[in-house]
């Protein structure tokens, strides 16, 4: 019977165990016996070391030594084991098994030849039931040019599990493990003499495949063969060769090949007969690679004559014959390719007379007497490479290396590819390829990054659309899309790419007349309970007040707290994000206050609301006005909603007649304002405004509300919120009604308003461009509590930049959203915030009396180098900044690419 077959090149002796004969037969290369070693109980896996020869005692659980020299018995080296089948040298050391295959009982096994006694350690945790190595866990190395490697197999298991490990610490450490469908009843496994790679033989597929060691995947090289391969053996000698044996009756028994060049066998042999077929592991070769060792006969294991056929292998080719030609590369066509390379340094003894390409997989041939040619008759959708053989006089020499792979295509290309940039997305179209051939089942369309190809995106129909919204992109990266058509599984030809396109962050705004979705006193939007002490309350907001009930980022809200019982502030952040360390609405108790909040939306189109009263029963009602809502990408490729940020001014101010009538605002009262034109708002092209809206020397308490002029009815919301003699800001976003009219509503009493414009959103009709909204869960940048900050004194322009990972001014943001609060001020003062740059305009953005504390939205425009100005009239104050969005690169004309940022400030300073 058969058990092992192992060469030792110091000695040139071929070893062959036999478990049934208790037997190990030492040949020569001739396969002479010189002798047999007899009393090796159940002999089967072998292993070298140096002149020592180790031999597995199944039967006895123990491990034999063998001097090489004298081949004879030098005694055991460990025992104990339970029927250890194999051993291999790894690192400096030993491996085997111990255990019951069939109770998937086996255990990787080390041993320390080198210690006295030797020292053996059982590892319970390296073959498990994951990796399938406790069922008949079997070996492979190659300690010459990958010595810490060992690889590890399920021997009759199917499809295989193989697992690499890494000995170098003496411990064998687990570094991938791969159940490799693609392997039926794996029998036998050979590392490559380079160490990368090994090759399989098993009983499916038929043929000897190639594989990676980095992580155990195919690298494409299959070996072809016939029924049942079963053994493999590798040599770097004669160019490195692999010889694969097989237990096919009626086919070949064995074929041999240079490593990496599966062409055409070098040798291929069949022993006759139906029982010489090979017994898995059952080939070896001389270390010269001149001759292969090959057993035929018996059973694996079991009973049965056994043979050594030495097998001779073709050497190098013969002097005088050309070298293998160069740079062969291959460029794909329709069901062909184009193959090209370059002639060989070295002829020869004579002038190179022809050339032969051949394809893998296939075998396809074509000769040519130059050094370009066409391969017809290759599958499309199939992975070729090809090698080139140069023959002259003498015959015919080494191949070539193989060329890049290529894939024959289908089809032709599309055409008229054409992308449109979105937010984390792109808009690609095209036209089909002409005259196809046949039915197209569908495209893949592939961004790329330069020359680098990302993932590509497959659609299909019947037929399929000519068009794709290619989600996933980064913002601020700049990308063309390739196109290919696909007919079954088959790609056609790749497209030209299209124009180059880069994404921006952000969505559209769309303005809407304002419409209540909260009241917590009337269960408008939820229960008729007012807000309580440390609760936080979901809010739905996606479908609610004509906000869609998907493709919503962000949402514009005009929120007010009131019937407040305690001082507390208010905060409005995504659900299922952490509550931030911000707030929208600071209130003290019995007051009514509005803020105008632009906030993300979180989970399940929800924002959460969280009060925070200075007393513990403290509570507080609350209401949303929703005025506008911010989309996504793939709504977002539209012309209207693009925001165009300005240098703040003032367009309307009813105590002097700017804008409008120089007359309060009566009770019950409306005034009209037209914002074409104003403050550098265009005079056509605008959906919304941005405004910070002030009343100021109220008669009563009262509310206001600015709306569309051309709103069918007055909405049942608010924007302003008042006292009698107060002077109250709040940041307004309203839809503009036709002629670019609004609407200002005072409820009671008289009051003067004024209105100072920040920036406008395009209309569908505009072709100005603009920027996009992204929202973000809030968090605080500034706060001048902060005793190394300080307050803010009157009289002065404090300046800050805003500055990326890398400490450089952060680009891809035209404006900031941000709640400002002042809070502890001295003295009555406004706070005015502008781009840097412009003088100091003539504006407000909050308006406050000593000690109070004001929160109001403010939507600034970034200067010069990411810097925002920031002026406090009188006093001194305190001021807290918490950003909530920002609005990115104008379309459609980008700027650089935008860095990945984390916002931070320079200190604050004085100017």
């Keep these: 019977s058969f058990g092992r077959i192992l060469v030792d090149p110091a000695t040139s002796h071929v070893f062959v165990s036999s478990p049934g004969s208790s037997e190990i037969f030492v040949l020569d290369y001739n396969g002479t016996v010189l002798k047999t070693i007899t009393g090796e109980a159940g002999a089967w896996g072998m292993a070298l070391s140096g002149s020592t020869l180790y031999v597995v005692l199944s039967t006895a659980g123990t491990i034999e030594k063998i001097d090489t020299g004298t081949l004879t018995d030098s005694g055991m080296l460990v025992n104990g084991l339970v029927r250890p089948t194999d051993i291999f040298l790894a690192g400096s050391k030993l491996w085997t098994t111990t255990g019951n295959c069939g109770n998937w009982t086996v255990q990787l096994v080390s041993i ?4 006295n006694p030797p020292t053996v350690v059982t590892d319970p945790n390296a073959f498990t039931a994951n990796n399938s190595l406790s069922y008949c866990g079997t070996f492979a190395s190659n300690p010459t040019s990958n010595p810490n490697l060992l690889l590890a197999w399920d021997i009759g298991l199917s499809p295989a599990t193989i697992t690499s490990f890494d000995v170098s610490t003496g411990t064998a450490v687990q570094q991938a493990s791969v159940w490799e469908g693609a392997l039926g009843n794996l029998q036998d496994v050979a590392v490559n003499p380079d160490g990368t790679h090994f090759i399989t033989a098993s009983g499916a597929p038929y043929e000897f495949d190639e594989w990676k060691v980095s992580d155990l995947s195919q690298d494409g090289v299959i070996y072809a063969a016939k029924t049942y391969p079963d053994a493999v053996a590798t040599t770097a000698g ?6 694969g044996g097989l237990n096919g009756i009626y086919n070949e028994d064995f074929y041999a090949y240079q490593v990496g060049n599966p062409a055409a066998p070098m040798a291929k042999v069949d022993f006759g007969g139906t029982t010489n077929t090979v017994p898995d592991r059952g080939v070896a070769f001389r270390p010269d690679g001149s001759s292969a060792f090959v057993v035929s006969g018996g059973v694996s294991g079991g009973g049965g004559p056994v043979v050594v056929n030495v097998v001779p292998i073709p050497l190098v080719p013969p002097a005088g014959s050309p070298g293998a030609p160069t740079g062969v590369t291959a460029s794909p066509g329709i069901a062909s390719a184009s193959v090209s390379w370059t002639a060989p340094v070295d002829p020869g003894n004579s002038p190179v007379t022809s050339y032969t390409v051949t394809s893998s997989p296939g075998g396809i041939t074509v000769t040519t007497s130059s ?3 066409l391969v017809n008759g290759l599958t499309p959708g199939v992975s070729y490479t090809f090698t080139v053989t140069a023959t002259n006089a003498t015959g015919t020499g080494f191949p070539s290396a193989p060329s890049n792979a290529v894939v024959p295509w289908a089809c032709g290309p599309p055409t008229n590819v054409s992308a449109t940039p979105g937010d984390t997305a792109a808009y690609v179209t095209w036209l089909p390829p002409a005259n196809p051939g046949s039915p197209i089942t569908g495209y893949r369309v592939t961004p790329y990054v330069g020359a680098t190809a990302q993932s590509p995106t497959t659609v299909s129909g019947a037929p399929p659309p000519t068009n794709l919204v290619v989600t996933g992109l980064t913002n601020g990266t700049t990308y063309t899309f390739v196109v290919a058509a696909i007919i079954n599984t088959a790609a056609g030809q790749d497209s030209a790419p299209s124009n180059a396109v880069t994404p921006l962050q952000g969505g559209n705004y769309h303005p809407l007349t304002p419409a209540r979705i909260l009241d ?11 807000l309580t002490n440390g609760e936080v309350r979901l809010v739905q907001i996606t479908g609610q007040g004509l906000v869609p009930s998907s493709g919503v980022s962000a949402v514009v809200l005009n929120v007010t707290v009131t019937g407040t019982t305690s001082p507390g502030y208010l905060t409005v952040y995504p659900a299922g994000v952490a509550r931030p360390l911000a707030s929208n609405l600071n209130f003290v108790t019995g007051e009514t206050v509005p803020n105008l909040v632009e906030v993300a939306i979180g989970t399940g189109g929800m924002v959460n609301m969280f009060a925070q009263f200075g007393s513990a029963s403290g509570r507080a009602d609350v209401i949303f006005d929703v005025a506008g809502w911010v989309g996504v990408a793939t709504n977002s490729i539209i012309k209207d909603g693009l925001y165009n940020p300005l240098t703040p001014a003032r367009i309307m101010d009813t105590r002097s007649g700017v804008g409008v009538p120089k007359a309060p605002v009566g009770p019950g009262q409306t005034v009209t304002l037209n914002v074409f034109g104003a403050g550098q708002v265009p005079a056509s092209g605008v959906s919304a405004v941005v405004l910070n809206v002030t009343v100021t020397g109220p008669t009563a308490a009262s509310y206001l509300t600015v709306y569309p002029a051309d709103a069918p009815q007055r909405p049942t919301a608010s924007n302003l919120n008042f006292s009698a003699k107060e002077t109250v800001p709040n940041r307004v976003i309203v839809k503009v009604g036709a002629g670019g009219l609004v609407s200002f509503y005072n409820a009671a009493g008289s ?24 929202g973000i869960v809030p968090f605080r940048i500034l706060d001048t509590r902060d005793p190394g900050i300080g307050p803010l004194y009157g009289g002065y322009t404090n300046t800050f930049q805003l500055l990326d990972q890398n400490n450089n001014p952060v680009t891809g943001i035209s404006a900031l959203v941000m ?5 502890n001020p001295t003295v009555a003062s406004y706070l005015t915030l502008w781009p840097d740059g412009p003088p100091l305009p003539p504006v407000s953005d909050l308006n406050f009396s000593a000690g109070e504390t004001v929160p109001n939205l ?8 990411a810097t925002i100005d920031l002026y406090n009239a009188l006093g001194r104050t305190d001021v807290l900044l918490d950003i909530v969005g ?14 990945p940022f984390s916002l931070r400030l320079v200190p604050l300073h004085r100017r």
Excluded: C, E, H
């Design 858 to 865: 403010v939507v600034v425009k970034l200067g010069s180098n």
């Design 520 to 530: 917590t006193r009337s269960a408008i939007g939820g229960p008729t309970q007012p």
């Design 751 to 774: 009051v003067q308003v004024i209105a100072d414009v920040g920036g406008w959103f395009t209309d569908s009709t505009s072709t100005v461009g603009g920027t996009r909204f992204s």
């Design 112 to 115: 320390d030849p080198a210690t």
């Design 886 to 899: 920002f609005y990115g690169q104008s379309v459609p004309a980008p700027s650089r690419p935008m860095a």
């Design 819 to 823: 709640n400002v609060t002042v809070t």
């Design 238 to 243: 004669n160019g490195g060769l692999m010889g």
């Design 371 to 373: 050094t370009s040619t």
